[in-house]
């Protein structure tokens, strides 16, 4: 019931994602000109982009203490934001350190729309509520809707629901909404209209990647996940990744690349674990100070 009554009802001809970027005909121009236009749009939307960039913060904060408490980022998408969410659930526990299930894409349509589109039979206007529903959200979660056009009823189902169950509930879109009673915080994108017009894969699509990239990277920043600029709970799963981590044990425990490389097989692979050890290795090799020395400090 919840659900049913926050569906879009207005003019999908006046929101701003159906609206002109500029007036010009860009197929006239030739590849390069089309090219360096569709750069310019970009770059104009990341400048607007810059003052969301705070309130990313805010909700960054709130995510660490729902992950902290042991809940999970839920994001929840149709189309572009469907895939784009998933692209972010998946490289954080890579990344991270951080257990699969804590992030969490659903994506109308089912997972194989991540990867291929099938936007037919009215997807983006089913309720996601049968989704929600098998991963019982409560208050230690934070999903997060994403809809350029904040119209898609698969998204606002699934705030409406999630909040209903004591979720915390972000909603990522473009700009201007005719309600704002089934959230509890949204943030524009800023992106504006799109040189191809209505195409919100473009500018649009680049603020929703940014701006998820920005919320969950921030917040693992808060979870003590990075060092110094390093990521220290990465997932050596490959060669590459093998040798990355080699190389940030080596650069924060101030040791040699082949004994980082040794003591990373000693943790098996896990970085963290190797640099906690490093560092109190360190500390028993470090003298007492007398006790002059203790005052000087």
């Known amino acids: 019931a919840t659900g049913n009554d926050i569906a879009f009802e207005g003019s999908f001809g006046t929101l701003a994602t159906e609206q002109a970027g500029q007036t010009l005909r860009i197929e006239e121009n030739p ?21 969301s960039a705070p309130l990313l913060g805010t909700q960054a904060s709130i995510l660490r203490s729902k992950l902290s408490s042991g809940g999970r980022a839920i994001y929840v998408g149709a189309g572009t934001s469907g895939r784009l969410a998933a692209i972010d659930a998946v490289e954080i526990p890579c990344t991270f350190g951080m257990a699969r299930e804590r992030f969490v894409a659903v994506i109308a349509g089912g997972i194989a729309d991540a990867v291929v589109s099938i936007e037919e039979d009215a997807e983006e206007d089913f309720s996601a509520v049968p989704d929600l529903v098998l991963l019982n959200p409560g208050p230690d979660d934070f999903v997060v809707g994403i809809s350029a056009s904040g119209t898609a009823f698969f998204v606002r189902s699934a705030l ?80 590459k990744l093998q040798e990355r981590a080699s190389r940030i044990l080596a650069d924060l425990g101030r040791i040699s690349l082949e004994e980082a490389g040794l003591r990373l097989a000693a943790c098996q692979g896990n970085l963290l674990r190797a640099l906690d050890d490093t560092h109190h290795s360190a500390m028993k090799k470090q003298p007492f100070p007398t006790t002059k020395e203790s005052q000087l400090r």
């Open 31 to 51: 590849p390069e000109e089309i090219a360096r236009l569709l750069a310019e749009s970009e770059s104009e939307a990341a400048n607007r982009f810059l003052s």
């Open 160 to 239: 409406a629901y999630a909040r209903a169950r004591g979720a915390h509930t972000l909603l990522l879109h473009e700009a201007g909404l005719e309600r704002s009673d089934f959230f509890d915080a949204s943030i524009s994108l800023l992106s504006g209209g799109e040189l191809v017009r209505g195409s919100t894969r473009m500018k649009a699509g680049t603020a929703t990647k940014k701006a998820l990239n920005i919320l969950s990277t921030t917040a693992m920043i808060l979870m003590g996940k990075v060092r110094a600029g390093y990521m220290v709970d990465l997932d050596s799963s490959n060669r």
